[in-house]
């Protein structure tokens, strides 16, 4: 079980004037969705050069005053996080693996010329709203409190250098499951675009990297696909990830494989949590470069037999079937789920939410 010491930054708590009534909340917690319900407040923290880390504090959600100006607006120095709060087995509330979560917050801010922020504070601020808003948990399958701690410029100039002004917050949501097609696995279309090159942003969790993959993921929506698998910027034959998850492969003599991290893709803490797991399952785990092409040959010889994405949102999701705007489908084993995808999922999931022992001290309990 994960400690934390008692952060650097004392919290404000300031009194909220209207809260969503009870029976309101209940009511759009029976079908929260996932990202469009959130809950009554807000961390807010304060960076001016020369003063450091300042006004914390916890208080009602309300949109943030910014001058037209202001940094993030002209020159996206904009960087975020995503993690889950869960409720475990005795009623309370925890984290899994926030450390990590502040650990890559702050390698993205180092990327994008903003400050870091101590870690100590990050989870301290993830840790406070979720004692405030804990009555937003909502009790549907796969439920949890998605919580998004991000950080933007704010200081008002229009000329290109790095901020001298930033704040940062976290909010919250309320989520179910991330996918809704109801499908035992999902589909993949092949992208044309690409979403990162060596020597950019592709393994920092920014804005940009996102808006970049919106037209790539509209166009597999629009062909009946779930998901856009992104290949390399050079040679465009290596698999990278999907618009917002890691990719894993899984083959008959018990290997799986991920790509490497080479700086175009994002270190996914599932990611990194997962490998661990199949590690301890005494499988073994290759961080390996590997081309579409031979996935489309490994899948047609059986030696690959299953594959799936992960990520904080939709946490481990199996890959049925992928579609290249040149080569046509192709399917992955039976285009079902896989048994090991499956067990890895359910471990996963039962350590998050308290179910099953905690061997890595990934999970950080509330109170």
Excluded at 175 to 180: D, L, Q, T, V
Excluded at 269 to 295: C, H, P
Aim: charged fraction near 20%.
């Amino acid at each position: 079980m994960a400690t934390l010491a008692q952060p650097s930054l004392a919290f404000t708590h300031l009194p909220h004037p209207s809260p969503v009534p009870v029976d309101v909340r209940k009511a759009a917690l029976a079908d929260p969705g996932f990202g469009k319900l959130f809950t009554d407040h807000m961390v807010s923290i304060d960076w001016t050069e020369g003063e450091g880390w300042h006004s914390a504090a916890v208080g009602p959600l309300q949109a943030i005053p910014l001058h037209p100006a202001a940094a993030v607006l002209h020159y996206a120095q904009e960087i975020f996080e995503g993690l889950k709060a869960y409720r475990l087995e005795d009623g309370s509330m925890a984290l899994f693996r926030p450390e990590a979560n502040a650990a890559r917050f702050n390698e993205s801010a180092k990327r994008l010329a903003m400050p870091e922020l101590p870690e100590d504070i990050f989870v301290q601020a993830c840790r406070e709203l979720v004692a405030v808003d804990k009555d937003w948990f909502p009790a549907v399958d796969g439920g949890s409190i998605y919580l998004r701690p991000f950080m933007i410029a704010t200081e008002p100039f229009l000329g290109v250098r790095p901020a001298k002004q930033y704040k940062f917050m976290v909010i919250a949501s309320p989520a179910g499951n991330y996918f809704k097609s109801g499908a035992p696995a999902v589909s993949l279309w092949v992208s044309q675009y690409t979403r990162a090159a060596p020597g950019g942003t592709g393994a920092a969790k920014c804005g940009g990297n996102y808006a970049a993959s919106l037209v790539p993921t509209a166009e597999a929506f629009a062909r009946g696909h779930d998901q856009v698998l992104f290949l390399d910027a050079a040679e465009h034959k290596w698999v990278e990830e999907l618009g917002g998850m890691n990719l894993y492969f899984v083959f008959d003599d018990g290997t799986m494989v991920t790509p490497p991290l080479l700086g175009t893709i994002l270190p996914g803490i599932t990611r990194d949590s997962l490998m661990a797991l199949a590690r301890d399952e005494g499988l073994t785990v290759k961080e390996e470069r590997y081309s579409i092409d031979q996935w489309r040959a490994d899948a047609a010889s059986g030696r690959l037999v299953e594959v799936f994405a992960c990520g904080t949102a939709a946490v481990v999701t199996p890959v049925g079937r992928v579609t290249d705007p040149v080569d046509g489908e192709f399917v992955i084993g039976s285009g079902g789920p896989g048994q090991l995808t499956g067990k890895l999922k359910d471990r996963l999931v039962s350590i998050q939410r308290g179910q099953a022992p905690d061997p890595h001290g990934w999970v950080m309990r509330l109170g």
